[in-house]
C-alpha cells in the first residue's frame, strides 16, 4: 500500500509539473504575456497631459501598472509575474522576475538646463548608479516646443552632441517625443516588447538549433518540414533578387529545381546559364513573341549565387 502510494504521489507531482510547464508556455505567447507584465510607474511621471495617455495605452495592451514613489522621480520600471512554478516540494509559488530596462522622462526645459551646464552625463549617472544593471532609456518630452518658447536657449547641434555622446559613452539611449500620444506610445510599446521578450527568445533559440531555415510564425514566411516548403522559400528567395519577377522565377525553377542545382550550373557553365532560358508571360504558353532572361539578369544572379565577397556589388 506505501508503495502504491508513493507512485501515486510521484504521478500527480509529474502532471501538476506538466500542467505547469503548459501554463508557462501559454502565457509567453503574444497576446497572453501582456497581462504578466507590471509596470511601476513613479507619480511624477504622470504630472501632465501626457499622465491620461500613459494609463489609456497601457490599458489597451493588458498591461498592468501600479503607481508608486520610485527612488528617483519619474521613472518607470518593469517585472513580469511568471505563472506558478512547482517546487520540488511539490508546492506552487509565485515568480517575480525584475525586467533589465527602464524608462526615464526628462522634460524639455530640463534638457536645455542640463546642456547648458554640460551635465546631463552626470544626470543619468545618477540614474544608473540608483538601479544598477539597468538599461536606461532616456525619454524627451516637449523639447522643440520649449526651443519655441524660448527662442535662442540652446543650439541643435549642441544638443545633438550632448545626446549622443550620452549614448557613446553611458550607453543610454534617447527617445525624443512631443506630444502626449507619443509619449503614451512609447511607454506602451517597450512594455509590450518586453511582455513578448521571453516568446522571441525561446522561438531564437529554438531555429538557431536547426541547420536550415525553418521560418517562424510571422506573415510571408515559409515554414519548411523536411522537403515540403523547399521551392516555396526558394521562389521567395529569387523574386527578392531586383528584376527577377514572379515568371523569372518560375523559369529559372523549371530549368533548376534547386539552388544546388542552379549554384553548379553557373560553376560549370559561367554567368551566362540562363541568358537563353525562355519566359513564360504569366504562366501561359510560350508565344512567338519569346522572352529571356537575358545576359544582364544572368550575370547578375551568378553574382549572387557563385559569390564569396561580402562586400560584392550587384
Known sequence: MARRGGKQNENSVERLMHINYNNEQRSLKPGHCNKFLHA??????????????????????????????????????????????????????????????????????DLVRHVKDRNLMAKVKEVQDLYPGKTVYLLVYGLIAYCRNNRG????????????????????????????????????????SLAELPYKQQQNEKYSLENKYLGNEKKGCVRVEGTAGLRQLYQNQLVKIPSVSLEVAEAIITEYPSVQRLYKGFRLNGPNLLANVDVRRAGGPITSAVRRIGPQLSKKLCTVYSSVDPKQTL
Request: aromatic share 8%; glycine share 10%; net charge positive.
Open 153 to 192: 536657449c540652446v543650439g541643435r547641434r549642441e544638443t545633438e552632441m550632448v545626446l549622443t555622446e550620452l549614448q557613446l559613452f553611458s550607453g543610454c539611449s534617447h527617445y525624443r517625443t512631443e506630444t502626449a500620444e507619443e509619449v503614451g506610445s512609447f511607454v506602451a510599446q517597450l512594455g509590450k
Open 40 to 109: 511601476i510607474i513613479d507619480p511624477g511621471f504622470l504630472q501632465g497631459e501626457h499622465g491620461a495617455s500613459i494609463l489609456s495605452k497601457i490599458n489597451q495592451l493588458n498591461l498592468k501598472y501600479e503607481i508608486k514613489p520610485q527612488r528617483m522621480p519619474r521613472v518607470i520600471t518593469f517585472y513580469r509575474s511568471t505563472q506558478q512554478s512547482l517546487t520540488q516540494q511539490g508546492t506552487m509559488t509565485d515568480k517575480k522576475v525584475d525586467q533589465k530596462f527602464m524608462i526615464y522622462l526628462m522634460l524639455g526645459g
